[in-house]
Nanobody
Framework: QVQLVESGGGLVQAGGSLRLSCAAS????????MGWYRQAPGKQREFVAA???????NYADSVKGRFTISRDNTKNTVYLQMNSLNPEDTAVYYC??????????????WGRGTLVTVSS
């Protein structure tokens, strides 16, 4: 059974930092790109960042230069280091696995999400 479990969300002041983690079970971690999406209140879920096993990364324009995605293939874990946070980053952050780098991305598994709240 595929399982993605996020951790690391919380409340932070604007300008602060948080690191999210996502532990994956099963073969989905080794077989797929891993990444993060987010959904702010009243908005659609949007792509944040993705990384393939070999290390190639992709970021949404809104987070480039502030967020860094990484993965530890020995721990089946993907991370999202978030710096210079602003209130617009407030959202539920979801871990995802699948063909996230494809021209038409496909998500095969979702985590349950972790809430990030950035106060002004």
């Amino acid at each position: 059974q595929v399982q993605l479990v996020e951790s690391g969300g919380g409340l932070v002041q604007a300008g602060g930092s948080l690191r999210l983690s996502c532990a994956a079970s099963g073969s989905i971690f080794s077989d797929n790109a891993m990444g993060w999406y987010r959904q702010a209140p009243g908005k659609q879920r949007e792509f944040v960042a993705a990384i393939v096993r070999g290390g190639t990364r992709n970021y949404a324009d809104s987070v480039k230069g502030r967020f860094t995605i990484s993965r530890d293939n020995t721990k089946n874990t993907v991370y999202l280091q978030m710096n210079s946070l602003n209130p617009e980053d407030t959202a539920v952050y979801y871990c995802a696995a699948g063909a996230l780098m494809a021209s038409i991305p496909r998500v095969d598994a979702w985590g349950r999400g972790t809430l990030v709240t950035v106060s002004s």
